[in-house]
């Protein structure tokens, strides 16, 4: 989970312009938490009754990236009215 989170990271880093002012490591981080809900989403809505957590679905990845640019527009969103 790591890896697919700083993979995702890296992916929102080079996708979004505005990852360039969060920095890296909260991009990572937000890769990380995004590539955990991204991937429970995906598992829970691709149940296919191996009910492992730890199984390895490669649809799981596109939901670690899909969780982690929502985290992030998320993110900027919340910085740019709060601040």
Known sequence: MLVVGLSAGQIAWAVLPETKAMGWMS???LGVLGAVLGGLGIGLLLNDGRGTPS????VGIAGSVAGTLMLVGLCHLVRHRVG
């Open 27 to 29: 991009v990572v981080f």
């Open 55 to 58: 199984y390895f679905h490669p």
